[in-house]
């Protein structure tokens, strides 16, 4: 996906003693799948000061019951309260922040100068790491964050590999990067596109992914000098629209696509071992409004990948069936966002028809009987007898099988598992466990 003279770094470094990998959770349900899936850490939003206000967000009671069962799988759980602040936001930081601390998260993320002021003195117990949407590129930027106390920055994704060398040359601290996921065609969360189109402030969690629209070109067909009005201006600016009672000469033609301005997605498995040699110390997936089956599929693949280069760096091979796995989840075109090189123009998505995910997340396995090879799974999403499903999970090789008789709890035989969150009995192929689950193709 690159190419580049590895940038190695030599002599005293502050790092974690293996790479962590943090996941986002968008919700209770998808920080459990996260968690079991291999993650060490994951981030999740609370019900203000985030930048995603359209996932399903934490109460303080989800986030205690998150974080009781990250523990159990020896995980952490960070809250995202990165908006940049007004004044109206303030009011009710310092109740909030004392109830994060109260609820065990062990770290906020943080942009937002106030509210890292405030959360130091507030409850120094809790550690503030440092947003990407403060565009961190530099070393000197990162010294002055340590000098503030902080044990973490996450670089801003425009940081190459190269650059982040020279930061860890520099700097004692934990650095934290992107490196799988969407890409922000802006500079991350600065870009006020959707403030001007839909009154959605993208600095205060309400972004509409403008770049992602579908837009068309049009020639102004109105003489040159033709004055125009503010109105009509911003009127013109909203998609679909076209300047009141003046002729426009479409450019392309009825049957061209519109195009959109969205970047592809990151996608970093195969440059493992130059993350790891860098000296980045978390690893970090986007994510918190992707689905369950994306999640598990991304953490579980990053998970084998990292765990075989920390077992034998010397030997380590990537796998080709994990790169086949990130593919059943991806739903973009993928590269390697700046790490090597600053995208340009193939770096982007013009076409709007973007390409979905090629499996459905089928159901959850509930329960194995290794004597009968009858399993209890959750229905998800519809299947029958018939279909090619296929199982996966972190501690199995994933396998299809094509499913065969179906019943319910009480033995009744079934023509299709079409209720959401049935539980059915099915026999399965191989061995599967609690978590595993069952997906098939779309």
């Known amino acids: 996906m690159g190419t580049m003279t590895k940038p190695q770094y030599k002599g005293k470094r502050y790092r974690l003693d293996k790479p962590e990998l943090l996941a986002p959770a968008g919700n209770l349900e998808k920080l459990k799948f996260a968690v079991h899936y291999g993650a060490d850490a994951v981030y999740i939003g609370g019900q203000h000061y985030g930048l995603r206000s359209g996932a399903d967000n934490f109460s303080f009671e989800e986030m205690r019951e998150g974080v009781e069962f990250a523990k159990k799988y020896g995980a952490k759980v960070f809250v995202a309260t990165n908006i940049y602040a007004h004044n109206e936001d303030i009011a009710g930081i310092e109740e909030y922040l004392r109830n994060l601390y109260e609820a065990g ?40 964050w340590k000098e503030e106390g902080l044990p973490r920055v996450v670089l801003g994704r425009e940081t190459s590999l190269e650059e982040i060398a020279e930061i ?6 934990e650095i934290e990067s992107f490196i799988h996921g969407a890409m922000c065609s802006s500079y991350s969360g600065r870009c006020v596109l959707s403030n ?6 993208s600095n205060r969690g309400g972004c509409c992914q403008s770049c992602r629209w579908k837009y068309d070109l049009f020639e102004d067909g109105r003489p040159e000098g033709t004055w125009v009005s503010e109105e009509d201006q911003a009127e013109a600016a909203a998609p679909q629209h076209l300047l009141p009672g003046v002729t426009q000469l479409p450019l392309h033609q009825p049957e061209d696509n519109q195009f959109t301005m969205g970047s592809k997605d990151l996608c970093m498995l195969e440059s493992i071992p130059d993350l790891i040699e860098v000296g980045i110390d978390s690893f970090k997936i986007e994510g918190r409004m992707k689905s369950i089956h994306y999640v598990a599929t991304v953490v579980n693949a990053y998970r084998k990948a990292i765990d075989a280069y920390m077992a034998d760096p010397e030997n380590y091979v990537l796998n080709p069936e994990w790169l086949e796995e990130l593919q059943k989840a991806a739903n973009r075109p993928l590269n390697t966002g700046f790490f090597y090189d600053t995208p340009d123009h193939e770096d982007h998505i013009y076409e709007p028809e973007e390409k979905a995910a090629p499996y459905d997340f089928a159901g959850l396995v509930l329960e194995y009987d290794a004597q009968t090879g009858m399993a209890l799974i959750q229905q998800r999403n519809h299947f029958k007898p018939g279909q090619e499903v296929e199982f996966f999970g972190p501690d199995i090789t994933p396998f299809k099988q094509t499913v065969g008789e179906l019943w319910d709890e009480e033995g009744n035989k079934l023509d299709a598992a079409r209720h959401p969150l049935q539980r059915i009995r099915m026999k399965v192929d191989h061995p599967v466990a609690y978590f595993d689950m069952m997906r098939k193709r779309k």
Do not use: C
Not at 107 to 135: K, M, N, Y
């Open 105 to 144: 998260i062990a770290a906020i993320i943080v942009a937002d100068p106030a509210i890292v002021d405030t959360a130091r003195r507030l409850v120094p117990g809790l550690e503030v790491h440092l947003s990407t949407q403060q565009s961190t590129l530099n070393w000197q930027a990162v010294s002055f």
């Open 168 to 173: 860890k040359k520099h700097v004692d601290i």
């Open 196 to 201: 001007h189109f839909t009154d959605r402030d």
